[in-house]
């Protein structure tokens, strides 16, 4: 009896390869302009809480880190939101390729915080859908020349920008659970919502940036009202709702109990 072994995951093309259709329907474009919408969220989440060390990790072996990944999306979509406004505009205008390659290897592809491409990605996508929804159904039939593909359609464009999106957060998020990094740090980490660099340099997080008290696991939260006893004491403090035990309501010589969470 022959057993066949499960094949091994593609880590080039997670979702596939492109499959170029120079004329989508009407439900095939919405369906690539809403997923084009969605692409800054995506992404948002699939980087959300990487350490910088995880952010330099390639996405696989002889492929771009996340970082790189990350910044190469701002750097694609930002041709792709000039090049549907040249379509629109011009009467088959050509445009120039570039050499993404050497663009993720600039200076700032491979050290910026990846914060700084998603807001720019989610502001483009924020007019460039405005703008694709607008458009009357037979302008997706306008063409570009490309000096390296030839003409391409609007429609041609719409899908391979679609495509490429989900392509680009599905390298993120397979790798993410492939090394099995997780979502969420870990409640009272120093890097919650707060510049890994600013921890570094002993800058602490102001109050109102810590987690909300759900985000704790459980056995560290405390209902409102109730007391928490102090260790080594027979004193007790309130935990106030919503917020961790303070240090002004400790006795000197007490130390804080587990069941209430640390406040810095």
């Known amino acids: 009896m022959s057993t066949s072994t499960p094949a091994e995951p593609d880590l080039r ?8 259709k120079p004329q989508l329907t009407a439900e095939e474009r919405r369906s690539a302009i809403d997923a084009m919408a969605d ?12 350490t910088d060390a995880q ?17 190469h999306l701002a750097d694609s979509h930002m041709n792709a939101y000039c090049r549907f406004r040249l379509a629109l505009t011009e009467d088959n ?7 993404e390659t050497r663009w993720a290897e600039l200076v700032d592809a491979r050290t ?16 460039l859908v405005t703008l694709l929804r607008s458009i009357p159904d037979g302008d997706f039939q306008r063409t570009l020349h490309h000096t390296e593909n030839g003409p391409m359609t609007m429609d041609a464009i719409l899908g391979m920008y679609s495509w490429h999106g989900r392509h680009h957060v599905a390298h993120v998020t397979a790798l993410r659970k492939r090394m099995q990094w997780s979502r969420r740090l870990a409640c009272g980490s120093r890097a ?5 660099r600013l921890s570094r340099a002993g800058v602490r997080r102001p109050h109102r940036m ?4 759900r985000m704790w696991p459980r056995r560290h939260r ?7 006893r102090a260790r080594g004491t027979g004193a007790s403090a309130p935990c106030a709702s919503g917020s961790t035990s303070q240090a002004s309501r400790r006795s000197p010589g007490q130390t804080r109990s587990a069941t209430c969470p640390r406040s810095r």
């Open 112 to 127: 910026m915080p990846v914060n700084v491409s998603v807001d720019m990605l989610a502001t483009m996508h924020d007019r």
């Open 13 to 20: 093309y997670p979702i596939g390869k492109l499959v170029r």
């Open 55 to 71: 952010l330099d990790t390639p996405y696989r072996a002889e492929g771009w880190t996340v970082r790189q990944v990350v910044h």
């Open 192 to 196: 919650w919502w707060w510049p890994a």
């Open 210 to 213: 810590r987690p909300p008290l």
């Open 222 to 228: 405390v209902a409102p009202g109730r007391s928490v």
């Open 39 to 50: 692409v800054p969220r995506a992404l948002r989440a699939a980087v959300a809480n990487l």
């Open 93 to 99: 205008p050509t445009i120039k390729p570039y050499d």
